[in-house]
């Protein structure tokens, strides 16, 4: 494979993921971990991406709130916003999680809704504060430097204190038959948090998510609510989460 190529698919990924490990992009391609850090490199030096202790996060994901047309695929993410605020109701309790599906959730709740809205996401607090009738409560802990959001004890212990009409949340990869799934540890214990919290869990995906799967397990598929993509709810590539009892949009 040529280096062009190589580095076309590495590009992909991360902005797919927002955040990928060097040795899942390595053993995709079948080369070696060095090769991959060598391309990252220079991806990070052409300010494509940026790369980070084992891995790269996409620009989008890195500064969100600096450059909203980095943000990967945006017009299906907006789509996916749109769908979402229809569940919106004055008065509601909401947990908005962190990424760029759910930072795009934040900028297109109305600003005549009243809410109070809990988050981890720094980037999806600072866009809840332009909305003037939303009550913006952080839930604080340690703050992962590249997802920019709290992890830790401290974070999942605020979780276990509150209860929400809706968590809407995203994931980095989700199956059918899988559930969804993480590369990060600390992400997914945090996620485990949310769906706890939450009446009612909505997953916000774009479609090319669709039947991927990592290595740490967030929940079955059937823990979550309702799922919105980008797709029409009949659309054929929903047919296998059409068979367990979750709601699409």
């Not at 992890?151 to 209860?163: C, D, K, N, P, T």
């Not at 899988?178 to 992400?187: A, P, V």
């Not at 709810?233 to 979750?246: A, D, G, S, V």
Request: charge should be negative; charged fraction near 25%; include cysteine.
């Amino acid at each position: 494979m040529l280096k062009e190529e190589r580095q076309l698919k590495i590009l992909n990924e991360v902005e797919l993921h927002n955040r990928v490990l060097l040795s899942d992009i390595a053993e995709m391609l079948d080369v070696s971990v060095d090769t991959i850090r060598r391309d990252v490199k220079e991806l990070d030096a052409e300010n494509k991406l940026r790369k980070v202790h084992g891995g790269a996060i996409s620009m989008g994901f890195t500064d969100p709130t600096a450059d909203h047309s980095k943000i990967y695929a945006l017009n299906e993410k907006s789509i996916i916003a749109q769908k979402a605020t229809g569940l919106l109701r004055d008065g509601a309790v909401i947990f908005i999680d962190g990424g760029t599906t759910c930072l795009e959730l934040a900028r297109q709740i109305p600003r005549q809704l009243h809410l109070t809205c809990f988050t981890l996401s720094l980037p999806v607090a600072l866009q809840l504060l332009t909305k003037p009738n939303i009550e913006v409560i952080f839930l604080g802990g340690t703050i992962s430097r590249e997802a920019q959001i709290s992890v830790g004890a401290s974070a999942i212990h605020q979780l276990s204190e509150i209860r929400v009409d809706y968590g809407f949340i995203g994931t980095g990869y989700v199956d059918a038959l899988h559930g969804l799934t993480e590369f990060d540890w600390d992400i997914v214990q945090v996620k485990k948090g949310v769906i706890q919290a939450s009446k009612k869990t909505v997953l916000l995906c774009i479609s090319e998510k669709l039947n991927s799967q990592h290595r740490y397990k967030t929940c079955n598929i059937n823990a979550i609510n309702t799922m919105i993509t980008e797709l029409e709810p009949e659309n054929n590539l929903l047919n296998m989460f059409r068979k367990h009892e979750i709601h699409l949009l």
